[in-house]
C-alpha cells in the first residue's frame, strides 16, 4: 500500500514542487481547499480530504480535518496490534507524513485597521491539531511544517537518515512552532496587564559569536511584531555585526535619546549608562556637548543623534573609535565618511512611530520579573520646593533635565548637569555618597559647573550627599524625598542655602 502524505498550507511557496517529489517516491498524496487546487493544477495527482473523510468542507472552511479518519491515521501506533486492528476494522489507511503550515495570524493583525473578526478567522485550528497529531506520534509519521525542511527531507529520504532522530527534531520543531502560535494569539486577545499564565514568543535573528564574554554563547532573538522605534526594527547599514554587549547598549541608548525629542540631541553611551547627553540647537553642538562632558569615557562609546546626521557631526565623530552609530538617517556625505572605518556598525531607524517600551523582563534563575517600564517623566512644574531657597527658572530647567537623565543611569545613580549638558555621573555604586563624589568629581571643572544642578534617583538616607554637593559648589539639588531623614536634609540645604526640591518620583535602575 502507498504512503499517504497529507498536504495543507496557507504558504503555497514550493508545495507543488514537493508533491511531485513525494508522488515519484511512492507517496499517495492527499489535500485540501486551495492546496489541493494548486497541486492539481500543478499536473500533480493528489486526492481530496473529503473523499477520504466521506464528509465535505463545512462552515465556510473552518472544518476540513476534523475527522477520525484523519486524526485516528495520523494518531494510530503501527508497531500496536489494536490501534492497526481498530484502522482496519474502520477502513482507514495510516498517514505516514502530515505537511502543513498556518493560518497567517501574525501577518494579518500587522495589517492597518485589521478587524477583530478577520483575526479571529484568520486562527488556525485543523492546522495545529494535525501538526501537534503526527509530531506526538514522530515514532511513526514525518511531520513538516517549514517550507526550508521540504528538500531537507527529500534527501535524507533517499539516502535512508529520514529516521526516528530526524523525526523526532521535526516534532520538537512543529511543538516550537504551535506554541509560538498560540502564544502571539494569546498575547492578541489578553486585556490583562499581569495575566495568570505568561505566554511569550520570540524569533531568532541570528547566533552570536559569544555572549557577554568569550566563553559564553549567546543568541539574538526578536519580539515576531517589535515595536516599530526598537533595536529590532534597525537597519545596519554598514559595519561588522553586533555583539551580545553591543546590542544591550544599542537597546539602552535607544531607551534614554526616546525622552529627548524636542531639540537636537546626542546621546554617548558607555556600559549600559550615559556617559554624556548635549542638547542643542543644532546636531553638531549637541556632540560638542555630548563629546565635552566626557572626552574620555566616550571612547569606544555608543552614539545615538535623534536628527539625520549632517557631514560637520560625521566628521567629528570619525576622529573617534566609537563602537555603533545610530540615527534616524544619514546625509550621503556623511555617511561616506563614516563608512570609511570598516568596523564601524552605522545603523538607521526611523524615529518617528517612537513609542516607549510598555513592560520589561528580566531574567531569573527559575522565573522572570515583568514590570511597567519606567515612562514617567517629571516636569519642573510638579517640583515641590522643601528649602528656605527657591530655585530660579534656570535653575528648575537644569533640574527637570537632571530628573530626566537620572533614570537611565544604573542606581546608585547621581547627575551633575547644567539645562542642557551632563558634566558628571556617578553610576552603579553600592552607597549614594559614593555616586555623590564620582559625579561631583567629574562635574567640577567644567566650564558651566557654576550653574549645574544635582539629581538623585533615589532620596537621601542622609544629609552627607547634601552637605558634600553644597560644599563643592552645587547650588540646586532634585531627588524624590521619602526618607524618615529627609529633615535632616532640608535642614542640612537650609544651611548651605541651597535650592533643594522633590520630585516625589524615585527612578531605581537595577
Known amino acids: 500500500m502507498a504512503k499517504l502524505a497529507l498536504l495543507s498550507v496557507s504558504d503555497k511557496d514550493g508545495i507543488v514542487d514537493f508533491a511531485a517529489q513525494l508522488t515519484k517516491r511512492g507517496f499517495k498524496v492527499i489535500s485540501t481547499g ?32 476534523l475527522h477520525p479518519r484523519v486524526h485516528a491515521g495520523i494518531l494510530a501506533k503501527r508497531d500496536n496490534p489494536d490501534h492497526m486492528a481498530q484502522l482496519a476494522d474502520n477502513h482507514i489507511d495510516p ?13 494579518t493583525i500587522q495589517k492597518d485597521g485589521v478587524s477583530d473578526e478577520e483575526a479571529i478567522e484568520n486562527i488556525d485550528i485543523g492546522g495545529p491539531s494535525m ?66 499564565k505568561l505566554t511569550m514568543t520570540f524569533e531568532k535573528v541570528e547566533d552570536m559569536r559569544y555572549g557577554e564574554n568569550s566563553h559564553q554563547k549567546a543568541a539574538y532573538y526578536k519580539d515576531p511584531i517589535p515595536e516599530p522605534y526598537s533595536l529590532a526594527n534597525a537597519e545596519q547599514l554598514h559595519g561588522k555585526a553586533l555583539s551580545y554587549n553591543n546590542t544591550r547598549d544599542a537597546d539602552a541608548a535607544l531607551r534614554i535619546i526616546a525622552d529627548f525629542t524636542d531639540k537636537p540631541t546626542v546621546v554617548a553611551l558607555k556600559h549600559m549608562n550615559p556617559c554624556g547627553i548635549g542638547v542643542s540647537d543644532s546636531l ?68 518617528a512611530p517612537m513609542k516607549k517600551q510598555r513592560q520589561d523582563s528580566v531574567s531569573l534563575m527559575g522565573g522572570l520579573l515583568l514590570q511597567d517600564s519606567d515612562t514617567t517623566h517629571e516636569t519642573y512644574d510638579q517640583f515641590k520646593v522643601v528649602s528656605k531657597a527657591q530655585p530660579t ?58 550653574d549645574a544642578i544635582l539629581a538623585s534617583d533615589a532620596f ?48 531605581f535602575k537595577h
Not at 473529503?50 to 465535505?56: C, K, L, N, R, S
Not at 553638531?284 to 565635552?292: E, K
Request: with cysteine.
Open 393 to 450: 527658572e534656570a535653575q528648575l530647567k537644569a533640574l527637570q533635565f537632571g530628573q530626566t537623565v537620572v533614570k537611565h543611569v544604573k542606581s546608585n545613580a547621581i547627575v551633575v548637569t547644567s539645562d542642557h549638558q551632563t558634566l558628571g555621573v556617578g553610576a552603579g555604586q553600592m552607597n549614594r555618597i559614593d555616586s555623590v563624589k564620582i559625579a561631583v568629581d567629574k562635574a567640577k571643572d567644567k566650564p558651566d559647573f557654576a
Open 131 to 196: 501538526l501537534r497529531a503526527a509530531a506526538k506520534n514522530y515514532h511513526d509519521v514525518t511531520v513538516i511544517t517549514d517550507k526550508a525542511d521540504y528538500n531537507d527531507f527529500l534527501d535524507k529520504f533517499d539516502d535512508g537518515s529520514a529516521d526516528e532522530s530526524y523525526r523526532r527534531g521535526l516534532a520538537a520543531k512543529v511543538f516550537r512552532q504551535t506554541a509560538a502560535y498560540d502564544a502571539l494569539i494569546a498575547k492578541y486577545l489578553t486585556t490583562e496587564e499581569f495575566p495568570e
Open 284 to 351: 553638531l553642538s549637541a556632540w560638542q556637548l555630548t563629546f565635552d562632558a566626557d572626552p574620555i569615557s566616550i571612547f569606544g562609546g555608543i552614539i545615538a543623534l535623534n536628527r539625520k546626521v549632517d557631514l560637520a557631526t560625521a566628521e567629528k565623530m570619525h576622529a573617534l573609535f566609537l563602537e555603533i552609530i545610530i540615527a534616524p538617517d544619514y546625509d550621503d556625505d556623511a555617511y561616506a565618511v563614516l563608512a570609511k572605518k570598516k568596523n564601524l556598525r552605522i545603523l538607521k531607524l526611523n524615529f
Open 34 to 65: 486551495g492546496t489541493l487546487k494548486a497541486i492539481q493544477d500543478g499536473g500533480v495527482e493528489a486526492t481530496a480530504v473529503e473523499d477520504i473523510t466521506g464528509f465535505p468542507e463545512m462552515l465556510d472552511g473552518r472544518v476540513k480535518t
Open 95 to 107: 498517514i505516514d507524513l502530515i505537511c502543513v503550515n498556518l493560518y497567517p495570524f501574525k501577518e
Open 460 to 507: 537621601f538616607p542622609m544629609d552627607d550627599s547634601v552637605e558634600f554637593a553644597a560644599q563643592n559648589g552645587i547650588k540646586a539639588i532634585v531627588e524624590p524625598g521619602g526618607s524618615i531623614k529627609d529633615k535632616d536634609s532640608i535642614a542640612k540645604a537650609d544651611e548651605y542655602g541651597i535650592a533643594l526640591v522633590f520630585s516625589g518620583v524615585r527612578h
